[in-house]
């Protein structure tokens, strides 16, 4: 199900990507700025639902965010001109195969299943895992830089 808005280069973003933009960490600036691109509706941005749980539990338990700042983290990315996808039966059957054929997890999977599905590149921190899904096209924020 490719998308057909042809205008606008278009992304799946992970979890990886995403914590970037609450946070400071290396290569937040170039994440934010993806971040504001989507806004200005010069490229797209796609993730799978799971992205909230990720992102919440990661805010909460990795980087110790309190009750409010978590929910107003999730509001933002609600908001923002991210696309969010609901796991479907097809992203489930697509993510579960790339679960078994690579070894990851099925959060990990998941970005995965929603990239090949859209036919669009992955946007990952997460080379390592990411990067063995030979089906699509995994770039790093690195690679992003003039955007």
């Given at each position: 199900m490719p998308i057909d808005d042809l205008t606008?280069?278009?992304?799946?973003?992970?979890?990886s990507v995403a914590i970037k933009w609450f946070v400071d960490e290396e290569k937040s600036e170039i994440a934010r700025?993806?971040?504001?691109n989507a806004e200005?509706?010069?490229?797209r941005l796609f993730t799978p639902d799971i992205l909230l749980y990720e992102i919440g539990n990661a805010l909460g338990k990795?980087?110790?965010?309190?009750?409010?700042?978590?929910?107003?983290?999730?509001?933002?990315?609600?908001?923002s001109s991210v696309e969010v996808r609901?796991?479907?039966?097809?992203?489930?059957a697509q993510s579960a195969s790339f679960m078994e054929r690579?070894?990851?997890?099925?959060?990990?999977?998941?970005y995965a299943a929603l990239a090949h599905t859209l036919s669009i590149p992955l946007i990952s921190e997460n080379l390592k895992d990411q990067g063995k899904v030979k089906e699509i096209?995994?770039?790093s924020l690195a690679?992003?830089?003039?955007?």
């Open positions: 606008a280069e278009q992304y799946v973003v992970d979890a700025n993806l971040l504001r200005l509706e010069t490229i990795g980087k110790h965010f309190g009750r409010q700042d978590i929910v107003d983290a999730l509001d933002v990315l609600l908001d609901n796991l479907d039966r097809s992203l489930i690579y070894g990851l997890t099925f959060y990990d999977a998941s096209e995994v770039k690679s992003l830089k003039n955007l």
